[in-house]
């Protein structure tokens, strides 16, 4: 069982910066490829980013250039830098974890909302 906690969420005017940050407990982090997905209202939820286990990592094209996701295995903790900020970019941002070897074991954190409006 592994517990998701995001947090970092907030208002933020376009052009600005934030700092998503997901805590996980209950079990070994290094074993689940972490991700970060997003739903906007009345759309489908949708990944933003991934990084696997091994430290690669995978890109929206929305977001290529100017978000960036980190991984603090020590830490138990995965992060996501947001730069450049834009209105579209107004979502609830989700934290999952998936297990590297039985792929259908998957867990959601609670959500964060991050809205960007001047």
């Known amino acids: 069982q592994v517990q998701l906690v995001e947090s970092g969420g907030g208002l933020v005017q376009p052009g600005g910066s934030l700092r998503l940050s997901c805590a996980a407990s209950g079990s070994i982090f290094r074993s689940y490829h972490m991700g970060w997905y997003r739903q906007a209202p009345g759309n489908k939820r949708e990944l933003v980013a991934a990084i696997f286990s091994g430290g690669s990592t995978n890109y929206a094209d929305s977001v290529k250039g100017r978000f960036t996701i980190s991984r603090d295995n020590a830490k138990n903790t995965v992060y996501l830098q947001m730069n450049s900020l834009k209105p579209e970019d107004t979502a609830v941002y989700y934290c999952?974890?998936?297990?590297?070897?039985?792929?259908?074991?998957?867990?959601w954190g609670q959500g964060t909302q991050v809205p960007v409006s001047s």
């Open positions: 999952r974890a998936n297990h590297v070897v039985a792929t259908t074991i998957v867990y």
